[in-house]
């Protein structure tokens, strides 16, 4: 029902690209001019200033985005409203997961919401958790899961699930590591570890910081992206990782990795929904809802 050409202008004036947004939207490019140069001939305005391959959004556009969030946004509350005086769940509803909770909490959650709620049009945007507060505060998703412990002040944060990180070598490693090790033996071993901005990363650097142990101190080989890079680059070199325990659960299960107890240092941590302030109604609390109360198929 929502006008579609404020949707691509939306998508347009976010990823500042034609390209992007056709991308996004699964239209053709020249489809995507087409639109926005009606709403320039509706408004009488360009939208955009155009510089060789650049574009940057005019005052008018600033002003046209500004409204064109709230009124689709007005739409999506319509559209959930109405299906509920038939007690239907419809609509469209935008996730956003840092790259842990993608991976490995979220899969059967989804599968369980889309089979009871056929009707329902989901999307998941995958990055780490900074990634995903910045989707949330540019209205680019609906509903975030985050691991970090770092809270921006217009997001609002929710637990949802326990989790432990642990550092674990793969048993073919050449690290000859006992069961247990001191905190202060660290910076003498091989590392890899996520990359900056995500929440695994946020969590090793307080619990070290709580022994006095700097991540510059580390010995670290690499940062990477995925837990899952993590895990097979630690099975190609003598490194150890530090990863949640949910991420490791068959290859412990399997007798590929072990874990290395760190005496005293606790890397306990809670995943998270992550809203916008003010965002009470609609189909990310149906999802919050529903999410709480199938947490024990995750």
Do not use: W
Not at 163 to 172: C, I, Q, W, Y
């Amino acid at each position: 029902m929502s006008d579609f050409r404020l949707k691509v202008f939306c998508s347009v004036a976010k990823n500042l690209s034609f390209t992007k947004a056709s991308q996004e939207l699964f239209v053709s490019q020249p489809a995507i001019t087409k639109h926005i140069q009606e709403l320039e001939t509706t408004y009488q305005t360009r939208l955009f200033d155009r510089q060789g391959s650049r574009i940057s959004l005019t005052d008018a556009g600033r002003l046209l985005l500004e409204h064109a969030e709230r009124i689709l946004a007005g739409y999506k509350q319509l559209e959930y409203e109405m299906h509920l005086l038939h007690n239907e769940y419809a609509g469209e509803l935008r996730l956003g997961a840092s790259t842990t909770i993608a991976q490995y909490v979220l899969p059967p959650l989804l599968g369980s919401f889309i089979g009871k709620f056929p009707q329902v049009s989901l999307s998941l945007l995958n990055g780490n958790s900074r990634d995903v507060e910045k989707a949330l505060l540019e209205h680019r998703i609906d509903l975030g899961f985050v691991e970090g412990i770092t809270r921006l002040p217009n997001l609002r944060y929710t637990t949802f699930l326990a989790d432990e990180l642990v550092a674990v070598v793969s048993v073919k490693s050449r690290l000859q590591l006992p069961e247990e090790i001191e905190a202060d033996r660290l910076p003498d071993i091989p590392l890899v570890l996520r990359e900056h901005g995500s929440g695994t990363l946020d969590v090793i650097e307080r619990a070290l910081a709580s022994k006095g142990i700097k991540l510059s101190s580390l010995h670290v080989l690499m940062h990477l992206g995925s837990t899952e890079s993590i895990k097979l680059f630690m099975e190609n070199t003598g490194c150890m990782g530090i990863v949640s325990i949910r991420s490791i659960a068959r290859e412990l299960a399997a007798g590929d990795f072990r874990i290395i107890e760190i005496k005293d240092v606790s890397m306990h941590r809670e995943f998270c929904f992550a809203e916008l302030q003010g965002q009470d109604e609609g189909l990310a609390q149906a999802f919050m809802q529903f999410a709480r109360h199938h947490s024990r198929e995750v």
